[in-house]
């Protein structure tokens, strides 16, 4: 009878890759095979290109308006050459927002496959439904949501000022890592203009039920930080989310339904 592996208990509580065991003076098969695969994962997350057309659909399909924006970005190898312009719109968007006679809302709330396509397609839509739930319980209105592909987080700053919103957020897709490809983030901005800095910004991160945060509990403390936000003028380092973790709730009643 062999002896009890003594990293089991402990590889139950991290996706961190720990007591892979050797095979001679290698890694074993299995473990190497899901390494290799975990790195094909995160390199598909970066270089799949979002199917936006698709997600637009669906967001008229609940009814929720939509704006399909652009930055000056043609590929995603471009993307990932010059971040700079991701951070930007292109300038037929640029138009299309200074020409809206919309009024302002208290938050605009912009959409991008970031650096995972995956996350966005796997968490987007129903991250979205949670998100404009916990918002129309707090009375905070939102514009269209603002869907752009091949962005970075500052493009959620220029959007804002041209909309007029108070405050900005952007649902992007996080930079993908070997033991989690699907991850969303939230960047919250009061108010937003070109220039802000990541200090004036909150972030809400692992955001992938169920290995990570759950929509309920990210669009909770989003909610939260927006209220704060607005009440107190500010974001970033000077607001804390303190809010009660007994009121979040569970993620029950949020799943997205498919048309």
């Known amino acids: ?22 095979a001679g003076c290698a890694t074993p098969s299995k473990a190497q095979l899901e390494f290799q695969l975990a790195h094909a994962l995160a390199r598909d997350a970066v270089h799949q290109p979002w199917q936006v057309g698709a997600f637009a659909e669906a967001l008229a399909a609940k009814g929720w308006p939509t704006l399909q924006l652009a930055t000056p970005i043609h590929s995603r190898q471009h993307y990932l050459q010059r971040p700079d312009l991701g951070r930007r ?6 138009a299309t927002l200074q020409t809206l006679a919309l009024p302002a809302a208290d938050v605009a709330l912009v959409v991008s496959d970031g650096l995972s396509s995956t996350a966005v397609e796997q968490h987007g839509l129903p991250l979205l439904a949670a998100v404009i739930a916990a918002y129309a319980e707090r009375s905070l209105s939102i514009g ?15 959007i804002g000022a041209l909309l007029g919103a108070k405050a900005a957020a952007i649902i992007v897709g996080e930079r993908p890592g070997l033991s989690a490809a699907d991850s969303l983030g939230i960047y919250l901005t009061y108010a937003p203009q070109p220039g802000r800095t990541d200090a004036e910004r909150n972030c809400l991160s692992n955001i992938r039920p169920p290995a990570g945060m759950v929509y309920s509990a990210a669009a909770a403390k989003l909610a939260y930080l927006t209220g704060q936000a607005l009440q107190r003028q500010l974001s970033g380092v000077g607001l804390k989310d303190d809010l009660n ?5 569970t993620d029950a009643g949020l799943a997205w339904d498919k048309p």
């Open 1 to 22: 009878m062999s002896a009890p592996d003594p990293w089991f208990e402990l590889r139950r509580y991290t996706q961190a890759r720990i007591g892979q065991g050797r």
């Open 89 to 94: 719109l292109d300038q037929a968007s640029r």
């Open 144 to 158: 269209p949501i603002c869907l752009v592909p091949n962005a970075r987080v500052a493009v959620a700053d220029e």
């Open 245 to 249: 973790q007994a009121v979040i709730g």
